[in-house]
């Protein structure tokens, strides 16, 4: 039992690094090199598994502004990839390392560069923030976590993966699922932050978050507390109250 708390200790002590831009500290037992791996990997799948757009025109327009909001991002040693994928779902994501996938679903919303610079900026953000590391890490944890606390009370062996089951859904909703909209939160700031740096307008932020808060406006969604994204109204009023904090110079 001292082996296992001495453990936990040691996992609980492990990986202190602070975001961009935010300056929080976080909890993560990855390193950089293990993390940019399993995104290089993952990127090889997505590939393989999904129709890449033959749009020479549009993949050159996303790699363009890709790689404006690279260029500022301070992470010269990522290997930044600008992917477009023919698929209709309103969505866009950063693998580890700098592989970033955009449907053409959510391009169909964007209306110009600088609000397709807002997903960019916002996805990018994630992986600068290695907030997929960090989750994994805080997850680990978790799981760790239940195991040598169903050992400290003593909780019959035959119980104990009952119990580490009950104990992960407790983490999830009051650790891992907040964290998940403190996630977007923060990458909604960092990205905003880059777009601006890199010389796009902050103000369309805005103006694309309300274009999808209409969007889902009328569809049925998952009560906030139980998101891992802010609620609509949230978002847009946090980035409103961000974009005056941008510094007068770039």
Same mark, same amino acid.
């Given at each position: ?50 129709? $890449?757009?033959?749009?020479?025109? /549009?993949?050159?327009?996303?790699? #363009?502004?890709? %790689?404006?909001? !690279?260029?500022?991002? +301070? ?93 992960? $859904?407790?983490?999830?909703?009051? /650790?891992?699922?907040?964290?998940? #909209?403190?996630? %977007?939160?923060? !990458?909604?700031?960092? +990205? ?59």
């Amino acid at each position: 039992m001292r082996i296992g708390l001495l453990f936990l200790i040691g996992v609980l002590m492990a990986g202190c690094t602070k975001t961009p831009v935010t300056n929080r500290s976080q909890f993560i037992l990855l390193s950089s090199q293990e993390e940019m791996s399993m995104g290089a990997t993952e990127a090889k799948k997505v590939v393989e598994t999904s129709k $890449v757009s033959t749009d020479k025109a /549009l993949q050159a327009r996303i790699k #363009r502004i890709g %790689e404006r909001i !690279a260029a500022v991002s +301070g992470h010269s040693e990522y290997s930044w990839e600008f992917t477009v994928i023919e698929d209709d779902t309103l969505n866009a994501f950063c693998l580890p390392g700098g592989k970033v996938f955009f449907y053409t679903g959510i391009l169909k919303v964007t209306e110009n560069d600088d609000q397709i610079a807002t997903v960019m900026g916002h996805e990018i953000a994630h992986a600068l923030a290695r907030h997929g590391a960090e989750r994994l890490s805080m997850q680990t944890a978790s799981n760790v976590g239940a195991q040598v606390l169903a050992a400290a009370l003593n909780v019959p062996s035959q119980y104990q993966t009952l119990y580490s089951q009950a104990y992960g $859904v407790t983490s999830q909703v009051g /650790l891992i699922l907040p964290y998940s #909209r403190k996630f %977007e939160n923060e !990458a909604d700031q960092i +990205g905003v932050y880059l777009m601006w740096k890199a010389g796009y307008n902050p103000q369309q932020a805005l103006k694309f978050w309300e274009k999808m808060a209409a969007l889902s406006k009328n569809s049925q969604k998952t009560p906030a507390f139980l998101s891992t994204h802010p609620a609509d109204a949230d978002r847009i009023i946090a980035i409103k109250a961000y974009i005056p904090q941008l510094p007068a110079q770039r």
